[in-house]
């Protein structure tokens, strides 16, 4: 379990590294602004926001990745710390979105699935 759990961590720092791209570098380009639903104004308009939000995507991948790497290290209390901090906050958000704009649904599933399986297999995997 605790295999899984590094593998669905992994995925999900992936995936906020690459929201962290979006947001933080490539907000105001017309791909991104598809993907986020936004126009060339708004795009100017939330330019500052959207490059900070992204540096904390950035940051919740590099705590769970170092979390995953003190695991794979042996030191288990502190990664695994780490992991659910990391992880955790990635869930937590994802609910915030979703329960803020049901239309975001699809984003927050997104954003939310790899970092709870990593969450849920982690607790079981330490419990066992």
Do not use: C
């Not at 590099?62 to 030191?75: C, E, H, K, Q, R």
Request: hydrophobic share 65%; net charge positive.
């Amino acid at each position: 379990m605790v295999v899984l759990a590094l593998v669905a961590a992994a995925l999900a720092a992936l995936i906020h590294v690459y929201i962290f791209y979006l947001e933080s570098l490539a907000w105001a380009a017309p791909a991104t602004r598809r993907t986020f639903g936004t126009s060339e104004q708004e795009a100017q308009a939330t330019r500052q926001l959207a490059f900070n939000q992204g540096f904390y995507n950035l940051f919740l991948a590099v705590v769970v990745l170092v979390g995953s790497g003190f695991v794979v290290a042996g030191s288990t209390a502190i990664g695994a710390t780490l992991v659910f901090a990391g992880a955790g906050s990635m869930v937590a958000a994802g609910l915030v979105l979703v329960l803020s704009d049901r239309s975001k649904a699809r984003a927050a599933l997104i954003q939310l699935a790899a970092p709870l399986v990593a969450v849920v297999a982690l607790a079981i995997g330490l419990a066992g």
